[in-house]
Nanobody, 128 residues
Framework: QLQLVESGGGLVQPGGSLRLSCAAS????????IGWFRQAPGKEREGVSC????????YYADSVKGRFTISRDNAKNTVYLQMNSLKPEDTAVYYC?????????????????????WGQGTQVTVSS
């Protein structure tokens, strides 16, 4: 059973940066597509960014394009989300998730949250 642990959240001022990490145990991440999701109070969960297992293709929500970058280091069994130019509306609990790809596009996986394993989340607060 793949287990995921997020870290790197915290309080940051608008315009600042954070890097979230998603560390996996119980299996190699190589076989899995990985997604970052977020949920703010009173709002639905949103697929922020996802990366495929096969060719490294990525998906970004329009709200984060040009500001966030997803990457994976299979040797470290870790996926990262670099978040720059943070805005107050980025405030949320951020979750990483893993799922087996190959059935549909990484965009569909991300938008429909087709991921089986989920971490516990890390809080990101953007405020002055």
């Amino acid at each position: 059973q793949l287990q995921l642990v997020e870290s790197g959240g915290g309080l940051v001022q608008p315009g600042g940066s954070l890097r979230l990490s998603c560390a996996a145990s119980g299996g190699p991440l190589d076989y899995y597509a990985i997604g970052w999701f977020r949920q703010a109070p009173g709002k639905e969960r949103e697929g922020v960014s996802c990366i495929s297992s096969s060719d490294g293709s990525t998906y970004y929500a329009d709200s984060v394009k040009g500001r966030f970058t997803i990457s994976r280091d299979n040797a470290k069994n870790t996926v990262y989300l670099q978040m720059n130019s943070l805005k107050p509306e980025d405030t949320a609990v951020y979750y990483c998730a893993a799922g087996l790809g190959g059935i549909t596009t990484i965009q569909h996986m991300c938008v429909l949250a087709l991921f089986a394993s989920w971490g516990q989340g890390t809080q990101v607060t953007v405020s002055s």
